[in-house]
Nanobody, 118 residues
Framework: QVQLVESGGGWVQPGGSLRVSCAASGSISSVNVMGWYRQAPGKQRELVASIASGGTTTYASSVKARFTISRDSAKKTVYLQMNSLKPEDTAVYYC????????????WGQGTQVTVSS
């Protein structure tokens, strides 16, 4: 079982920056993907960014060049640095971990609110 605890959300003005963190506890497999999703009111949950255990990253086109995902595997922690934030980035941000070996397992954090407004 894996538990995820997010932190670092909050309110920021447009153009500002925030960093959210997600600390995992429990059994993380050697081959895994850690990522961030977000869900705005009335919208579906969408992938923001992910990073595989080998280092490969994926970004939604809407955040590319503004957001950076990173991980500290020793600490079982994934980070999302968000720069040049826009009002449309307002959402609940959820951490996700997928264990890929020996069997697949997916886990979600409880979410952290990010609000971008003036």
């Amino acid at each position: 079982q894996v538990q995820l605890v997010e932190s670092g959300g909050g309110w920021v003005q447009p153009g500002g920056s925030l960093r959210v963190s997600c600390a995992a506890s429990g059994s993380i497999s050697s081959v895994n993907v850690m990522g961030w999703y977000r869900q705005a009111p009335g919208k579906q949950r969408e992938l923001v960014a992910s990073i595989a255990s080998g280092g490969t990253t994926t970004y939604a086109s809407s955040v590319k060049a503004r957001f950076t995902i990173s991980r500290d595997s020793a600490k079982k922690t994934v980070y999302l640095q968000m720069n040049s934030l826009k009002p449309e980035d307002t959402a609940v941000y959820y951490c996700n971990v997928q264990n890929l070996v020996p069997t697949w397992g997916g886990y979600w954090g409880q979410g952290t609110q990010v609000t971008v407004s003036s």
